[in-house]
């Protein structure tokens, strides 16, 4: 029997949040109309989680987890669970509590009303860093400007997608997976709850600076083109700026000999100028080739080194 439902949680060193979680979507599965699965996609913690899960699987059978062999990181964690799910509803929450899973009643029931796609939005987070609340601001706001397909603002990967999404976003081969991205660019009936996001249960935040500047250039590059035309823009105001320069020096070569514009600071300037540009524009194309590299390589997306409530032991 298939389940109606599937429940999808990425897990990184959560020890002390699982119990709870557990708790309060377990509360939430007993009152859904159908059969749910409960996926725990385990990305490599270091602590007691994967435990923990094990124990939940043995104890409960609607709990399947799926165990990487290393850290591969949250959306490649998220994708493996959209791989495994066998459910005509699909829901992927955040395994500390900062997406309430009493939510998702409302959720399905924008899904009855023919919506595939609905992706939580977030009104307000409370308590979390300035620094935070301002980069994700700011960057949300910069993406919308740029990317190709309108991507909502604020909305994390806390959504129900229908099955039919989830095949789409499956049948996808790219690596650099974007989920919030994706998600948007296949289309179909797509609709936002407003939620206030909840702080953290416990525990430390799993998505460092670094891994958040990774997932914010991961997203501009894999959904704008934009980035590219800037070293034309800049090559275009560069070229005038000489043009505007060789005109001003011969003129001043002509009435003033001696004008300071010909010396060596101007030199100087030009050539750190240049310089700048072109390294800019080499950084840029950079980090598309280093994505054409990545894509052609080929390698599976994830290792699995445990699996619980699947048939398949290890899949690539
Ligand atoms: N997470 C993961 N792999 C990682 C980092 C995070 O699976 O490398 C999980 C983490 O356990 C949590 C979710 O992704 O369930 C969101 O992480 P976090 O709460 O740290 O990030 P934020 O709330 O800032 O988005
Ligand atoms: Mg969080």
Known sequence: MLPKYSFIIPIYNEEETLLEMYRR??????????????????????????????????????????????????????????????????????????????????????????????????????????????????????????????IPTDTG?????????????????????????????????????????????AGDVKYTFRKSLALAVNSLVSFSKVPLRISTYLGLLSAALALLMSVLILYWRLTAPNSPLTGFAAIAIAILFLGSVQLISIGILGEYIGRIYEEVKGRPLYTLADVGGFEIKTKS
């Not at 009493?102 to 029931?109: A, F, K, N, T």
Request: glycine fraction near 6%; aromatic fraction near 12%.
């Open 157 to 201: 990967d806390f959504c129900l997608m229908d099955r039919q999404i989830v095949e789409l976003l499956n049948a996808m081969p790219e690596r650099n997976r974007y989920i919030r991205g994706l998600r948007s660019w296949v289309g179909f009936r797509q609709t936002a709850i407003p939620f206030e996001r909840d702080p953290r249960f």
């Open 25 to 150: 979507v377990s509360t939430v599965m007993d009152r859904m109309d159908g059969a749910v699965e409960l996926i725990f996609v385990n990305d490599g913690s270091r602590d007691r989680s994967i435990q923990i899960i094990r124990e939940f699987h043995q104890q409960d059978e609607r709990v399947c987890y799926l165990s990487f062999a290393r850290n591969f990181g949250h959306q490649i964690a998220v994708t493996a669970g959209l791989n495994f799910t066998r459910g005509k509803v699909i829901v992927v929450l955040d395994g500390d509590l900062q997406d309430p899973p009493e939510l998702i009643p409302d959720m399905v029931e924008k899904w009855r009303q023919g919506y595939q796609v609905v992706y939580a939005q977030r009104i307000k987070r409370s308590k979390e860093s300035w620094f935070k609340r301002f980069t994700a601001y700011s960057f949300y706001r910069i993406l919308k400007y740029l990317a190709d397909v309108d």
